[in-house]
């Protein structure tokens, strides 16, 4: 039985002190630390004991050292009860394998599917805090995953003004680099919010011996206990045990103590502890009972001698060891047989009762061996590892991925799936060459079986993850040895049409792209399937590209992705390229509000089909149309995400490009330094020779090179094909001389008017200039239509063309256009005000903004809300365009006279 709480009154009272001021909508974080044996559990107890006494619903998960690598473990074990009645909450089925959740559409940005992840899981704790007020435990926070304890901090942050209270308990010697992060992070924001536990006073100590004794201890007694004890609870209790059964015999170390005790147990008994040690958090009473482990008096002696006890999870009862050093001493003695054999029977039990519990079943299919079922533990561990895929815990992803794969059969369509998936974990953890050896085992086995589509798709696959890292000639040899004709379009793989294009896009000329059509010719037999559908859908609008009927490319790549879409999961990659590709067309016919939108939707379901690792498609769409659109900051900040990604995920391709994208960005709100400084990081990443990619980094040049005075340094248009990438290849026309109307071979509404707009600049002609930039006003472009007016003005002298200019340019944040804007109302001999921006800061800017203004430097602030410095800095420069200020001294000025 549980012995009184003692010497924990002052802790006892702050955290009944947090209970209550949750019930009046003051939430908190609350971490019980200390060394093991201290007593955080015990007083943990007693709070949920209070909480549920005061009307609280408490929600209880525990981490477990058998469970260290699962995934959010003990958020799932503490929630799923709560579920039933908050499935419209889609993003919580990222984290739950539940079938009452729809399908979290997948955003191919692992940041921000985690961050809605935290988010969905934030705003269900509120809506059950709305019916009563919530605690949420979770116990042994030491042998969580990263994950849990990144959670915990998000809500902690996001839930201060909620009826919720967020209480763990950890380990002090044993906490990782993620928990250490997060003890540090709360002793800044919250002071009080970690209670560390000290050992009990000698008082204390003889108070608790006689509790457990039920007397007054000898003198000689207990002095030999609060010696050893150290005013440790835990080993109090256990000397008090042990002295009581065996006088003579006092061990020296913890695990003595504890094995003292177990030895002690009755043989049922002790196998009873054993039983429910290696089964963790599944040890239901269904299961004990299904399994034969139990008899009434062991379960009773147990409970009564205090080792084991009772949680009621739901409609279910579960049992636990008291005590998790109870728990690993009592694994640890048994042998490696004994515990898969008791992990097989485990595994057995809980899949006959809860078949779909993978989180319960994946440890004890892994620890059985070859005790169970082949397949259906192959079966599990297939489940767990996507499972784990889906939520970006790749290491946890490979280890069961691994399992599976050693158990699927040589040349299997399975085995090659797995192998798959396992390089998508790979991709994901930077480890490239490993990525590439599973996927080229997986074309050695579809080649030997015979399957072709399969074969093709991977050598592509391989191909563009080599063009990734800059190997060329092996992204060629890869892609020849892929570049078959494949015969039925009912097998033609949709993920095979998509790896093709994209290769012929990024590196192909027009005939190249005319021999991917060809190719895929079986195509042109009509279908009912979805998938093959989309796929014929894409191939149309690359035919129509080669028409130049960008037009009729635009409503076929719609068709593709809308197919795509029905095609249940089987044309993913098909729909995201062909969103991609709809908003190039968008862009060339003007329609950039529209474009906008469908960038948006493209990054909406960007995926994690290996495909295109680079994973910055749909965020360099969003960028480049949110700046086609006057949007620089939002622009600005989204590159900058892209540019993070890039670089954890070490992908040369994508960091190359996001560099560039940012550069130009950076030169167009006026921080020329840091654009020159990240252009060329950009040019010193090796990269294939890639057209999209060279006019990228182009356009930057000659962003920079126009606002530092250097007109000569931009670069000229040497060489132009719209089918590389639309939006990009349009933004050069931006920075081109008179030679673009030569090169520019295709008409669209956009690509024309950009035409005009190069031939009238270089040719001073101020009618066509002033026409050019009524037609990109039209078109949505305010920034570039603003740019074409200035053009104008300087050769017209037009005074309120300079002032219109002048306010967009400021609105915007182009420092640059802005300055050309001023120094030209100047020489007209206009009067200008100090220019003042007080443009909204975003929730994030202003926490930042907040912490400049309390003094902490930039690697401090990015500690205290775990973000890398880069971020922090990004919203720095975003802040200081909006503020219009330049140092952090005003800014800390600006947030004492705002902050409320």
């Given at each position: 039985?549980?012995?009184?709480?003692?010497?924990?009154?002052?802790?006892?009272?702050?955290?009944?002190?947090?209970l209550?001021?949750?019930?009046?909508?003051?939430?908190r974080?609350?971490?019980?630390?200390?060394?093991?044996?201290?007593?955080?559990?015990?007083?943990?107890?007693?709070?949920?004991?209070?909480?549920?006494?005061?009307?609280?619903?408490?929600?209880?998960?525990?981490?477990?050292?058998l469970?260290?690598g699962?995934?959010?473990?003990p958020?799932?074990?503490?929630?799923?009860?709560?579920?039933?009645?908050?499935?419209?909450?889609?993003?919580?089925?990222r984290?739950?394998a539940?079938?009452?959740?729809?399908?979290?559409?997948?955003?191919?940005?692992?940041e921000?599917?985690?961050?809605?992840?935290?988010?969905?899981?934030?705003?269900?704790?509120?809506?059950?805090?709305?019916?009563?007020?919530?605690?949420?435990?979770?116990d042994?926070?030491?042998?969580?995953?990263?994950?849990?304890?990144?959670?915990?901090?998000?809500?902690?942050?996001?839930?201060?003004d909620?009826?919720?209270?967020?209480?763990?308990?950890?380990?002090?010697?044993?906490?990782?680099?993620?928990?250490?992060?997060l003890?540090?992070?709360?002793r800044?924001?919250?002071?009080?919010?970690?209670?560390?536990?000290?050992?009990?006073?000698?008082s204390?100590?003889?108070?608790l011996?006689?509790?457990?004794?039920?007397a007054?201890?000898?003198?000689?007694?207990?002095?030999?206990?609060?010696?050893?004890?150290?005013?440790?609870?835990l080993?109090?209790?256990?000397?008090?045990?042990?002295?009581?059964?065996?006088?003579?015999?006092?061990?020296?170390?913890?695990?003595?103590?504890?094995?003292s005790?177990?030895?002690?147990?009755?043989?049922p008994?002790?196998?009873?502890?054993e039983?429910?040690?290696?089964?963790?958090?599944?040890?239901?009473a269904?299961?004990?009972?299904?399994?034969?482990?139990?008899?009434?008096?062991?379960?009773?002696?147990?409970?009564?001698?205090?080792?084991?006890?009772?949680?009621?999870?739901?409609?279910?009862?579960?049992?636990?060891?008291?005590?998790?050093?109870?728990?690993?001493?009592?694994?640890?003695?048994?042998?490696?047989?004994?515990?898969?054999q008791?992990?097989?029977v485990?595994?057995?039990?809980?899949?006959?009762?809860?078949?779909?519990?993978?989180?319960?079943?994946?440890?004890?299919?892994?620890?059985?061996?070859?005790?169970?079922?082949?397949?259906?533990?192959?079966?599990?561990?297939?489940?767990a590892?996507?499972?784990?895929?889906?939520?970006?815990?790749?290491?946890?992803?490979i280890?069961?991925?691994?399992?599976?794969?050693?158990?699927?059969?040589?040349?299997?369509?399975?085995?090659?799936?797995?192998?798959?998936?396992?390089?998508?974990a790979?991709?994901?953890?930077?480890?490239?060459?490993?990525a590439?050896?599973?996927?080229?085992?997986?074309?050695?086995?579809?080649?030997e079986?015979?399957?072709?589509?399969?074969?093709?798709?991977?050598?592509?696959?391989?191909?563009?993850?080599?063009?990734?890292?800059?190997?060329?000639?092996?992204?060629?040899?890869?892609?020849?040895?892929?570049?078959?004709r494949?015969?039925?379009?009912a097998?033609?793989?949709?993920?095979?049409?998509?790896?093709?294009?994209?290769?012929?896009?990024?590196?192909?000329?027009?005939?190249?792209l005319?021999?991917?059509?060809?190719?895929?010719?079986?195509?042109?037999?009509?279908?009912?399937?979805?998938?093959?559908?989309?796929?014929a859908?894409?191939?149309?609008?690359?035919?129509?590209?080669?028409?130049?009927?960008?037009a009729?490319?635009?409503?076929?790549?719609?068709?593709?992705?809308?197919?795509?879409?029905?095609?249940?999961?089987?044309?993913?990659?098909?729909?995201?390229?062909?969103?991609?590709?709809?908003?190039?067309?968008?862009?060339?016919?003007g329609?950039?509000?529209?474009?906008?939108?469908?960038?948006?939707?493209?990054?909406?379901?960007?995926?994690?089909?290996?495909?295109?690792?680079?994973r910055?498609?749909?965020?360099?769409?969003?960028?480049?149309?949110?700046?086609?659109?006057?949007?620089?900051?939002?622009?600005?900040?989204?590159?900058?995400?892209?540019?993070?990604?890039?670089r954890?995920?070490?992908?040369?391709?994508?960091?190359?490009?996001?560099?560039?994208?940012?550069a130009?960005?950076?030169?167009?709100?006026?921080?020329?330094?840091?654009?020159?400084?990240?252009?060329?990081?950009?040019?010193?990443?090796?990269t294939?020779?890639?057209?999209?990619?060279?006019?990228?980094?182009?356009?930057?040049?000659?962003?920079?090179?126009?606002?530092?005075g250097r007109?000569?340094?931009?670069?000229?248009?040497?060489?132009?094909?719209?089918?590389?990438?639309p939006?990009?290849?349009?933004?050069?026309?931006?920075?081109?001389?008179?030679?673009?109307?030569?090169?520019?071979?295709?008409s669209?509404?956009?690509?024309?008017?950009?035409?005009?707009?190069?031939t009238?600049?270089?040719t001073?002609?101020?009618?066509?200039?002033?026409?050019t930039?009524?037609?990109?006003?039209?078109?949505?472009?305010?920034?570039?239509?603003a740019?074409?007016?200035?053009?104008?003005?300087?050769?017209?002298s037009?005074?309120?063309?300079?002032?219109?200019?002048?306010?967009?340019?400021?609105?915007?944040?182009?420092?640059?256009?802005?300055?050309?804007?001023?120094?030209?109302?100047?020489?007209?001999?206009?009067?200008?005000?100090?220019?003042?921006?007080?443009?909204?800061?975003?929730?994030?800017?202003?926490?930042?903004?907040?912490?400049?203004?309390?003094?902490?430097?930039?690697?401090?602030?990015?500690?205290?809300?775990f973000?890398?410095?880069?971020?922090?800095?990004?919203?720095?420069?975003?802040?200081?365009?909006?503020?219009?200020?330049?140092?952090?001294?005003?800014?800390?000025?600006?947030?004492?006279?705002?902050?409320?």
């Open positions: 039985m549980d012995h009184r709480l003692i010497g924990r009154e002052p802790e006892l009272a702050e955290l009944v002190a947090a209550d001021a949750a019930k009046l909508g003051h939430g974080m609350l971490v019980l630390t200390g060394e093991a044996g201290i007593g955080k559990s015990r007083l943990a107890a007693e709070t949920v004991t209070t909480a549920r006494e005061r009307g609280f619903t408490v929600a209880e998960g525990r981490a477990h050292s469970h260290a699962l995934a959010y473990a958020i799932v074990e503490a929630l799923r009860p709560y579920l039933s009645a908050h499935t419209e909450l889609a993003d919580l089925g984290l739950f539940d079938p009452r959740f729809p399908a979290a559409v997948p955003l191919g940005d692992p921000l599917e985690r961050t809605r992840m935290f988010e969905a899981v934030a705003r269900l704790l509120e809506r059950l805090a709305r019916e009563h007020p919530v605690l949420l435990f979770v042994d926070l030491h042998w969580a995953d990263r994950g849990t304890i990144e959670l915990l901090h998000y809500l902690g942050r996001a839930l201060t909620s009826r919720t209270v967020l209480l763990a308990t950890s380990r002090t010697n044993d906490a990782g680099v993620a928990l250490s992060d003890l540090t992070a709360i800044r924001d919250l002071p009080t919010s970690e209670l560390r536990l000290s050992p009990l006073t000698d204390s100590v003889a108070e011996v006689r509790d457990v004794l039920g007054a201890p000898p003198a000689e007694f207990l002095h030999g206990v609060t010696d050893r004890a150290k005013g440790i609870p080993f109090v209790t256990a000397l008090a045990h042990g002295t009581k059964l065996l006088a003579d015999e006092l061990p020296a170390i913890i695990r003595d103590l504890v094995l005790r177990l030895r002690r147990l009755e043989p008994e002790r196998q009873l502890l039983f429910i040690a290696v089964a963790g958090e599944s040890a239901s269904e299961v004990l009972r299904t399994t034969g482990q139990t008899t009434n008096s062991a379960l009773r002696a147990l409970l009564s001698g205090g080792l084991i006890t009772e949680v009621l999870a739901g409609r279910s009862l579960h049992y636990r060891v008291a005590h998790p050093m109870y728990a690993e001493v009592a694994y640890g003695e048994l042998s490696a047989g004994e515990r898969r008791l992990h097989a485990l595994a057995e039990a809980i899949d006959a009762g809860t078949p779909d519990d993978v989180l319960s079943l994946a440890p004890h299919y892994r620890e059985a061996g070859d005790l169970v079922d082949p397949k259906r533990a192959a079966e599990v561990m297939e489940e590892g996507f499972r784990a895929l889906r939520i970006h815990a790749y290491e946890e992803a280890q069961y991925l691994g399992s599976a794969i050693d158990e699927a059969a040589e040349g299997s369509e399975r085995l090659n799936q797995l192998r798959n998936a396992s390089g998508q790979l991709i994901g953890l930077g480890r490239m060459d490993d590439i050896t599973a996927w080229t085992d997986n074309a050695a086995s579809a080649a079986a015979g399957r072709l589509e399969e074969f093709s798709s991977t050598q592509f696959r391989i191909a563009l993850l080599e063009s990734e890292r800059g190997n060329l000639a092996a992204a060629q040899r890869h892609a020849a040895k892929g570049a078959i494949l015969p039925e379009p097998d033609l793989g949709t993920d095979l049409i998509a790896v093709r294009t994209i290769f012929t896009v990024r590196h192909g000329d027009r005939a190249a005319r021999a991917t059509v060809d190719q895929l010719a079986a195509l042109e037999e009509p279908s009912t399937v979805p998938a093959v559908r989309a796929a859908g894409l191939r149309n609008s690359l035919i129509a590209v080669l028409d130049s009927d960008f009729a490319a635009r409503d076929h790549a719609l068709e593709a992705a809308e197919h795509g879409r029905g095609a249940e999961g089987r044309a993913v990659v098909v729909e995201n390229w062909a969103l991609h590709d709809v908003v190039g067309y968008t862009v060339l016919a329609e950039l509000e529209t474009a906008v939108g469908y960038a948006e939707r493209g990054l909406d379901i960007q995926t994690r089909s290996g495909v295109a690792p680079a910055c498609t749909g965020q360099t769409d969003l960028t480049l149309t949110r700046y086609l659109t006057g949007d620089l900051p939002s622009a600005l900040l989204q590159m900058t995400a892209s540019v993070e990604y890039a954890r995920a070490r992908l040369p391709r994508s960091l190359a490009r996001a560099l560039s994208c940012q130009f960005l950076l030169a167009e709100s006026g921080q020329l330094g840091e654009a020159a400084k990240t252009l060329a990081e950009a040019d010193a990443i090796p294939a020779h890639e057209p999209g990619l060279v006019a990228l980094a182009e356009v930057a040049r000659g962003a920079i090179a126009t606002h530092t007109p000569g340094d931009v670069p000229p248009l040497t060489y132009w094909a719209v089918h590389h990438e939006t990009t290849m349009a933004l050069r026309l931006a920075f081109a001389g008179p030679e673009a109307a030569a090169l520019v071979d295709v669209s509404p956009f690509l024309d008017v950009l035409v005009d707009r190069a009238g600049i270089h001073r002609d101020a009618d066509l200039l002033g026409k930039a009524k037609r990109l006003a039209d078109f949505g472009s305010p920034l570039l239509a740019q074409t007016r200035l053009a104008q003005a300087e050769l017209t037009d005074v309120n063309a300079v002032l219109d200019t002048l306010a967009v340019f400021e609105r915007a944040g182009a420092v640059p256009w802005a300055e050309r804007a001023r120094h030209l109302a100047r020489s007209l001999g206009l009067r200008l005000p100090v220019p003042r921006r007080s443009g909204p800061l975003s929730k994030r800017e202003f926490q930042v903004a907040g912490l400049v203004g309390e003094g902490l430097s930039n690697a401090d602030i990015a500690t205290r809300l973000l890398s410095e880069r971020t922090v800095e990004t919203h720095l420069r975003n802040t200081y365009a909006k503020l219009g200020l330049s140092s952090r001294l005003a800014l800390a000025r600006w947030i004492t006279d705002h902050e409320t």
